[in-house]
């Protein structure tokens, strides 16, 4: 008398095991299989095709009704279990009681609503099973049909990109920074939110969603940030919660999942489970893969054999058309990593390594060799004999790279910009242009966008020989061969506009920089899109993040701004109440006109603005690379010899610039007469008072190196001078390279060219004032005043959690 | 997986900490730097830098890494040691994720403390 053996769920998890426990053991159980949905096993994986069009159900079908029969298995499809009595060891449904000898549980998993107003309205569906396929075609028949899509993981682009081809307007919201972000990088994000924008599907990242609303029928999704978006349907694909319900009244070990043994066990020894409702080791599986293995063991246990499940290495790819795309293992930033990036052809590719084994894989625009490196991750391979090509795949395996160039035809194109050909190169080479620079004079080869430099090099290092050693690389750090001015140029002809993007469009080597390169890649963001780049303040050094000066011990300065230098009464009194307050150990007047509170404590910092706020001041800014102060001398006011109200116009100008970030600090002075008391002659931007007028010098530093200023233009009104002040900081905003003070940019650039751009083209001054004027309506504003609010403290002024009160144990 | 003697307690959620950032637990032991990559794995180590005691939650976190603010060293957050050719380490603290909530083991910091 063969046991018996019932079946709760006829999904693909129960259909595997059912196929592994046939092929073992054929007649040892009597079998019923109970399925909630009123139709057979498909499939589920095989859906977004269907969706797509691309796909029948009829070809996704892997066990019809009549597969179940020819095995013997007594079906009952859309007939739900409500309980499991483990006492009397039977199951209840709506055709009564079932008795078993074995129970396996495989009720999968169901779409996770998000828990927001409206996720109940009709028209707002998951994507589990084919009845919201079914729900959503009906949708996309509609002339003009809007989707909005709640999730930006693998199921939620499935969908978009179906209903996408479906013919219906559809917007993604995705809560986090990046699509897909449990299997991809923010560089493979990035990419793909391109590749998906280009078929006219909107991506919104940091989506919150706020509520869904509708009268009879879903009608828009609203976000957080009071945007609203238009939808007939909206489809949640953000995440899937397993079923466990009959588990948990069952009584049995439930955590996220049904709590299963390597032996797919449940805390019962007669009811076992499989599938994405079990939860194995903490881990709670939603691909298919795992799912097969757990069929293989469960088949096993059932007929007495010992077999143990391992969480296996498990790989994404996302089933759009035309969309390349691999993910395995961890992908996070590894000790090592080796990274590949063709901006022209959009492909991405990232291994990161440990130990000389490769350890996860990121693969964009490029999959061909995914299997190849995927085996080499799951066997563990040591490669470090073929680390140095590696990344090219398996094609280039045994090839010396500069061997591979040496065989190049001479027609074969090497520099994509200017369409210089080997051929060009190597007469260019044999003519007597023996290095790069003289390459690119001759040829224009590398000249643009600067991508293909290694493979000039290579040509010249074939065609030379052991005569040509490859210059150290000009790059700003160890992430990129680019120069500061190379990339401003790109950033602004290929309006790039994030730093993952700049990262992928110019090839960076890491994955998401360093302390070098993201200040720069950062401030470049904000002069290039000041309307449109959100400040990251992660890529900000210390002092900007904090708006304070740290200081050797950790301790802060700060320090109010004095317009030109003045101060009243009540402002002094307010800054020596503040330092009494908050026990400041020093207090310094400074070279620029202020006074320095030095010694403050970081958790002090907001409420110390606060108080200065409160007596009128706002942030002196000695901390940025921006603009600092603007000194200035007594000039009309008080003194006998001043010939201009150089004070006034000190304030004028400061009032315009301050709040503004410039590649590296910019000073000013103002003196109200040659004798020039405020030394206006060796600042950034020095304005002498004399009677005809006001003389503009512009240039001069007095740190690491004394320069005095040099004549910028003779100015006759306060309105000129503000005008040429302006526009020069413009020109130096849009184009010095970071960290460069105006002096050693004017000494690149020549003072001729500033002169040309500021001074005798009246337009292009004019033009330079606007776009300063565009990006001060964004920057100028106290940051103290918005990071002394009170939301401020808790994320990020007050300490994660303080444990010094806390209990030994 | 834990061992017998750690003692996880829940810190914060791990949206407290900004990805590429760092915020710091209060300990008797001194300050401890909680860091999240860009890839939302977090590491515990000490507040100090090895070299003049820089406060290494105010660095650029990159990679599995982050900067001092006061002189640049690079510090490696899995292992605690200086990058390059600088000298130097600091104590690493076991630390995980669990359900969007960060654990930090307190069996050092704690029983040390009282010894």
Redesign the interface.
Known sequence: MAQKLVIIGAGMASGRMLEELFKLAPDTYDITLFGAEPRGNYNRIMLSPVLAGDKTYDEIITHDADWYSAHGVNCRFGEAVVKIDRKAKCIISAGGVTEYDKLVIATGSASFMIPVEGNDLPGVIGFRDLDDVTAMLAAAGKPAGKAVIIGGGLLGLEAAAALNAQGMKVTVLHLMGHLMERQLDSAAGYLLQKELESRGIRVICNAHTNAIVGTNQVEAVLLEDQSAHPADVVVMAAGIRPETRLGIEAGLHTERGIVVDDAMQTSDPDILALGECVEHKDTVYGLVAPLYDMAKVLARTLIGEAAAFKAPEVSTKLKVTGVDLFSVGDFGDEHEEIVFRDPGLGIYKRITLNNDRIVGLVMYGDTNDSNWFFDKLKSAEDISDIRGALIYGSAAQGIDPLAAVAAMPDASEICGCNGVCKGTIVSAINGGATDLAAIKAVTKASASCGNCTGLVEQVLASTLGDDFVVPAAAGICGCTDLTHEDIRQIIKSRSIKTIPAAMQEMGWKTSCGCHVCRPALNYYMIAEWPLEYADDLQSRFVNERNHANIQKDGTYSVMPRMWGGMTTPDELRAIADAADKYNVPAVHVTGGQRIDLLGVQREDLPAMWADLNAAGMVSGHAYSKGLRTVKTCVGTDFCRFGTQDSTGLGIKLEKILWGSWTPHKVKLAVSGCPRNCAEATCKDVGVICVDSGYEVSVAGAAGMELKQTVALAKAATEQEVIDLTVAFIQLYRESAAYLDRPYKWVAKVGIDWVIEQVVDDSEHRAALCERFEISQSVYRKDPWAEQAKPEYQPRKWAALADLTLEAAQ | MSNLMS?W?D??ALD??????A??????LG?VA?FR?????VFAIDDACPH????LS???????AV?C??H?W?I?L?TGEAQGADKGRVNTYEIRVENGRIL?D??R???R??A
Do not use: M
């Open positions: 003692n307690i810190i914060a407290d900490i900004p990805p590429r950032g915020r710091v637990v209060k300990t008797r300050c909680i990559t860009i890839e939302d794995q003049k005691k820089g406060p105010e660095g650029i976190v990159h990679g599995r900067t603010p006061l640049n690079v490696d899995e930090l307190g069996a910091l704690l029983a403390s009282v």
